[in-house]
């Protein structure tokens, strides 16, 4: 690699990590407010029994670099906790029903407003994964959230989980059951974090290429693993979480200012 190369690498990692922590900053006053108050939101979900069986599911789901975004019905909870391969589950669940879901959450992400800015790409991205060029299908998810990130944190007004906190808050004092968008922030938040330290994680050329996906390892052709349809859909799913977040702070912020 000559110097000319290894500066324009070392500049590009540069700026996405400044993307990656600039997007972080934007929803760690959700974040925070949730680490703090775990301990109070667990003993909150023990009050709804089943919640815990979900809370464990999701924890399971996360281990697995799975952001899962869609509702955690009952039998889902129970095949996650119950089974030795996570993945297995998640691909059946996509995959059932001549791909129904999975048509679904493509379908849910290329109609967001902030991949339709990238509207050349992500037809490709699907075309790719449909002719079975996972790899190049995950590389082009990679680059796509790149610059759903840099476009995040560019976007010249702040946000605001203020409303939602209280919301959220206002549930736990109460005794009052979570909503499906509550439990959807909550594995969202325990998911998304988990990703974030794996999939965009450094990760040192010198050492074994790791064995889950690594943007590091992918964008930059290193990687030599075998890259899967669950790969994709884990792909997919990360970045239905972070167009969730993005919409979520930006109605919060839009109610907010109402106020």
């Known amino acids: 690699m000559d110097n000319q190369t290894l500066f324009d690498v070392k500049n590009a990692v540069e700026v996405m990590s400044k993307a990656l922590k600039l997007f972080v900053e934007k929803i760690t ?16 979900l023990k009050t709804f ?5 979900w809370r464990n599911a999701v924890n399971r789901l996360s281990e697995n670099q799975i952001v899962f975004t869609e509702q955690l019905s009952g039998d889902m909870i129970e095949k996650v906790n119950k089974s030795t391969n996570v993945d297995e589950v ?18 849910r992400c290329g109609a967001a407003e902030c991949v339709i800015a990238y509207k050349k790409l992500y037809p490709q991205i699907v075309i ?29 007004k702040n946000t605001s989980f203020k409303k939602r906190m209280r919301e959220i808050e206002d549930k736990i004092n109460n005794k009052i059951p979570p909503s499906q ?19 965009f994680g450094n990760s040192d050329f010198d050492k074994p290429e790791p ?5 590091h390892w992918t964008l930059h052709g290193r990687s030599h693993r075998d890259f899967t349809k669950m790969d ?12 969730f977040m993005a919409n979520l702070a930006e109605r919060t912020e839009e109610k907010t200012d109402e106020l």
């Open 211 to 215: 064995s889950y996906l690594n943007r």
């Open 128 to 156: 790719a994964a449909e002719m079975g060029c996972f790899q190049l299908a995950c590389l082009g998810l990679f680059s796509l959230e790149d610059g759903i990130l840099s476009d995040i944190v560019n976007q010249p």
């Open 181 to 199: 968008t509550d439990l959807k922030v909550f594995a969202v938040m325990i998911s998304i974090g988990a990703f974030q330290e794996t999939a």
């Open 29 to 44: 006053e959700l974040m925070n407010w949730y680490h703090i108050n775990q301990d109070t939101i667990n003993e909150y």
């Open 90 to 107: 998640i691909l059946e669940y996509y995959t059932e029903n001549e791909e129904k879901c999975l048509r679904n959450l493509v379908e």
């Open 232 to 243: 994709y859909i884990k792909m997919l799913l990360s970045l239905d979480a972070l167009i």
């Open 49 to 53: 029994g089943n919640l815990i069986l």
